[in-house]
């Protein structure tokens, strides 16, 4: 026979009381934050899907934000040019007007003015910025993407395409340069080699007065120093391998006829100071000798490991996208009898591998090879598995002038092919109207039509980008309201069921309140 004693009895109503009111408590807590998941104990399978579908919605509100942002930056780049295009058609109208064979040289120096202040507009547009990162200058946000210059071109008896020149200082007006012979006074149409000591004119007024001065060195370089302006050029005979001197044709002592004698002209433009994706690069790591080149369109750094070399007519290789981490094993390319080892297929391109031909040297099996493509896009995410490319190259969209890293002077953006050079072709109008000529406006009007045409052709690529924008924030929209249904319906509670068990369970609880209070309130002396 068990005794049931009085602290038997407590600790049994305290136990029930407690577990009641723990009920009656959690219902409280579902009530209150209208979730039937408040905590992991609550549905330990349940709070694993609950924590997945809140991972997808912060996701998703991160990929909103970089649409946004996207948005901004490319709205900013696609009014600038708009912008810029609309300078371009007042620019044409001016050219037009240059071109007019009435005009005088007072009327053509009246309309410079304007066009000089255009060009100055066109370059701050060029810098312009989002959120202080400039749009245009590849991945130097932090930097302008161009920066007022000069350039130099010549009339159709002087050849600068392979003359290795710069161009430094800066001029109020375009710089005229006629190259003189020997003798003096010069004879028009004798051929004068650049060196030391030769002799040229230049004026800063458009031609109106010439000083007379001569080529000096400057280091191992020719230099033509016009006062503010220098123009330094490489010497040929100095190259790898060395070239002819650079000669060029004499301009008679008062001759004014641009087509006669070599004539240069120095004139504004504008210098891309952002980077570039133009180049790929290729770095070897192993046992040397065997140089690699990449072709193709690579848009990350891509390692590729030689697995095995049969030394004859087949190569084994793998490739890795993520830094080596994981590699794509088990490719094959097929290897040549002649100094080209093999050209391996990789994502985005092919790598040729080249031996030595003086050297007997083989593809060591382990032997790397690292593909890094210069990179200036910047892109954003806007889903899982899609990303945009919010920024510019400036030097793509405006021309100008530019400096590969791997040059030792700039270039004119574009080569010689000018007509999609913006930058060039606005100095060449002005230096034609600050010099009278009339058919240098005409070239320039032509010029502009198509540098137009370039330009709202990347209107139109912006363009579809910012369509591209608002289909997927549409898609994202969907998207989150479909999480939110699926999490709502592992974690929210049925507010009808909740309430009949708040219901249930308050009167559950009180009960126990009145039976303990009355149990505990009897002892043996009732009996008694």
Not at 89 to 104: F, I, M, N, V
Not at 202 to 221: A, I, L, P
Not at 246 to 268: C, I, K, L, Q, R
Request: contains cysteine; hydrophobic residues 35%; aromatic residues 8%.
């Amino acid at each position: 026979m068990i005794r049931v004693s009085q602290q038997m009895l407590f600790t049994n109503y305290v136990s029930n009381m407690n577990s009641s009111l723990s009920q009656y408590m959690d219902l409280n807590m579902q009530a209150a934050s209208q979730r039937r998941i408040n905590k992991g104990s609550d549905d330990p399978a349940g709070i694993y899907q609950v924590y997945n579908h809140r991972e997808t919605l912060s996701s998703i509100d991160q990929y909103r934000s970089n649409i946004g942002t996207a948005q901004g930056w490319l709205k900013q780049a696609d009014d600038t040019i708009i912008q810029m295009n609309t300078i371009v058609t007042r620019l044409k109208e001016l050219a037009e007007q240059g071109s007019t064979g009435h005009l005088t040289d007072d009327n053509r120096e009246q309309i410079s003015y304007e066009v000089r202040e255009m060009y100055n507009q066109l370059i701050t547009l060029a810098n312009q910025r989002f959120e202080g990162k400039s749009i245009f200058a590849g991945h130097k946000t932090e930097e302008s993407a161009f920066e007022a210059a000069m350039w130099m071109r010549g009339n159709d008896n002087t050849d600068l395409s392979n003359v290795d020149f710069k161009v430094e200082g800066d001029a109020p007006k375009t710089v005229v340069i006629q190259m003189l012979g020997s003798p003096v006074p010069s004879v028009s149409g004798d051929p004068v080699t650049l060196a030391n000591g030769t002799r040229f004119r230049y004026s800063v007024d458009g031609g109106e007065t010439f000083t007379d001065s001569t080529v000096t060195m400057s280091g191992s370089d020719f230099l033509l120093d016009m006062g503010g302006v220098r123009v330094t050029v490489a010497d040929p005979t100095l190259a790898v391998p060395p070239q002819p001197p650079h000669t060029f044709t004499a301009v008679a002592e008062n001759d004014t006829n641009d087509t006669s004698g070599s004539w240069m002209w120095v004139y504004p433009t504008a210098r891309y100071m952002g980077d570039d994706k133009d180049a790929i690069e290729v770095d070897e790591f192993g046992a040397g000798g065997i140089t690699g080149s990449a072709s193709g369109v690579f848009n990350k750094n891509t390692l590729v490991r030689v697995d095995g070399y049969n030394g004859t007519d087949t190569i084994t290789y793998s490739y890795s996208n993520d830094g080596g981490s994981t590699w794509k094993q088990n490719n094959t390319a097929p290897a040549q009898p002649t100094d080209t080892t093999a050209m391996m297929t990789v994502p985005g391109g092919t790598l040729t591998l080249t031996m030595p031909t003086d050297v007997n040297t083989d593809v060591a099996t382990g032997q790397q090879f690292s593909i890094r493509p210069r990179t200036a896009d910047i892109s954003v995410d806007i889903s899982s598995n899609e990303s945009v490319v919010i920024n510019g190259i400036g030097k793509d969209i405006f021309g100008g002038i530019y400096q590969d890293p791997s040059d030792a002077a700039p270039s004119l953006v574009f080569g010689n092919d000018r007509d999609k050079n913006l930058f060039d072709t606005v100095g060449r109008l002005l230096s034609s109207l600050e010099t009278n000529n009339q058919d240098g406006c005409q070239d320039a009007l032509e010029h502009l039509r198509t540098s137009s045409e370039h330009l709202l052709n990347q209107v139109a690529s912006y363009a579809g980008r910012e369509n591209r924008l608002v289909v997927a924030k549409s898609v994202l929209t969907n998207l989150e309201y479909n999480e939110e249904e699926r999490l709502s319906a592992v974690e929210d509670v049925d507010v009808t069921e909740l309430m009949t068990k708040l219901a249930q369970q308050q009167i559950g609880y009180e009960a126990v309140l009145k039976s303990s209070s009355s149990i505990m309130k009897m002892s043996l002396m009732n009996f008694i």
